[in-house]
């Protein structure tokens, strides 16, 4: 009962003072005691261990009481009818005791006392984290058409303090959101909500749009709700032709690429702004046109139409039959430009030909000249050659002055 909670202790306060007394003849207290302890934080549901030390002491005894000052423990007895509460060690320099199961209610100033004279306490606060509770999202109805504005909620109870929630669409983060912190009716923990506004557009079909919780008591791992949205919108059409060069007598087939949410199915194909003019040659299966054995009747432009619920979308191909022998001529080698090279490369070659002979030609008639000039007085050809030599010399001495 209370009463007996409160009569308990001070029984052991009662007794151990006498004992002090009677004992004080015999051996003096110290002054250096003094009960050491330290704040503790537990998450709500987890397992608190409060701890008293004293470094110093001469078999004095301490006790454990909560914020509402109730012994938990005096020494190694309890003193309060709590199953949570246990007993983790006692001795002279220690008491410890452990509260399991922790609430938001056992939150607050826990009180360690030495019994000297005069009484020393120790204060220990234990703070309870309130775990924050896995996170919804609302707003959100399918399907949603492309150009809609979309307004998403996230919301969350039960933390404290009052957790943190972050937005998150392909992976990226989003920053531009509101956010709303509301005390819960126990006072003690919050429930906190983020609204996040966006258009969506055709690209955002099947992205997953994740709101996440963070907060302290979740040890790093953040809670996190998921939502895929679902957009709906108008086909976007594409024609691709079988062959880049249609020829006439071979077969082609353009394929209407069709994408749309719901899938638009059939598609629908014209020629020239009516139907198909050859059905037998022009076959038409799913999206694809298979033209056989085309030929130039076949020119003209090709329409393929798409619609679904949300709207409609068409694409169109001019279809331009080629000549075979044509296109064999175009993509053959160029002659021409093969002998204009040749006719280049004939005529450098002639010209240096030419430019040779002309420089040898006039080297041999220098030659023959110096010796024409050696000649006139000499017996013999060696005498020539000689003084034709003798006389270049004898020019280049002989110089003439004017005054």
């Not at 452990?98 to 005069?118: A, H, I, K, N, R």
């Not at 399907?143 to 937005?167: F, H, N, Y």
Request: aromatic share 8%.
């Amino acid at each position: 009962s209370y009463t007996f909670q409160r009569v308990l202790p001070l029984f052991y306060t009662i007794h151990y003072v006498f004992l002090k007394r009677a004992n004080s003849t015999r051996k003096p207290s110290s002054q250096g005691q003094f009960p050491l302890t330290q704040n503790v934080t537990v998450v709500e549901g987890g397992t608190a261990i409060l701890t008293c030390r004293v470094d110093q002491n001469d078999n004095t005894s301490l006790q454990w009481s909560n914020p509402a000052q109730q012994t938990l423990y005096f020494d190694d007895k309890k003193a309060l009818r709590d199953n949570r509460i246990e007993l983790v060690r006692a001795s002279w320099h220690e008491l410890s005791i452990s509260v399991s199961d922790v609430s938001l209610s056992d939150e607050g100033q826990y009180t360690c006392s030495l019994f000297t004279m005069p009484v020393k306490t120790s204060k220990a606060y234990l703070t309870v984290l309130g775990v924050p509770e896995k996170p919804q999202i609302s707003g959100f109805s399918s399907p949603v058409m492309e150009g809609d504005l979309m307004q998403l909620t996230c919301k969350t109870s039960g933390s404290k303090p009052a957790a943190d929630i972050r937005w998150f669409k392909n992976d990226k983060e989003i920053k531009d959101v509101k956010y709303l912190k509301e005390e819960d009716a126990n006072r003690k923990t919050f429930t906190v909500s983020s609204t996040l506004d966006f258009r969506v557009d055709r690209s955002d079909d099947g992205v997953a749009v994740i709101c996440r919780v963070d907060h302290e008591s979740l040890n790093a791992t953040p809670q996190v709700a998921m939502q895929v949205l679902e957009i709906h919108y108008t086909p976007s059409v594409k024609i691709i032709p079988s062959t880049p060069f249609p020829q006439e007598g071979q077969p082609l087939i353009l394929t209407c690429e069709s994408k749309g949410k719901p899938l638009p199915e059939p598609v629908l194909w014209t020629k020239d702004g009516g139907e198909l003019p050859d059905p037998d040659r022009m076959v038409v299966s799913g999206r694809e046109l298979n033209i056989l054995f085309l030929n130039k009747t076949d020119n003209g432009t090709y329409r393929c139409e798409a619609t679904n619920t949300i709207g409609q979308s068409s694409a169109e191909y001019v279809l331009i039959v080629h000549d075979p022998n044509a296109l064999a001529g175009q993509n053959g080698p160029d002659h021409a430009l093969i002998g204009g090279i040749v006719a280049v490369v004939v005529f450098v070659t002639l010209c240096s030909i030419f430019l040779l002979g002309r420089y040898l030609a006039r080297h041999k008639g220098t030659y023959l000249t110096n010796e024409a000039k050696g000649a006139e007085d000499a017996p013999d050809a060696d005498t020539a050659i000689i003084n034709a030599e003798g006389s270049q010399v004898n020019a280049e001495e002989k110089k003439e002055y004017f005054i």
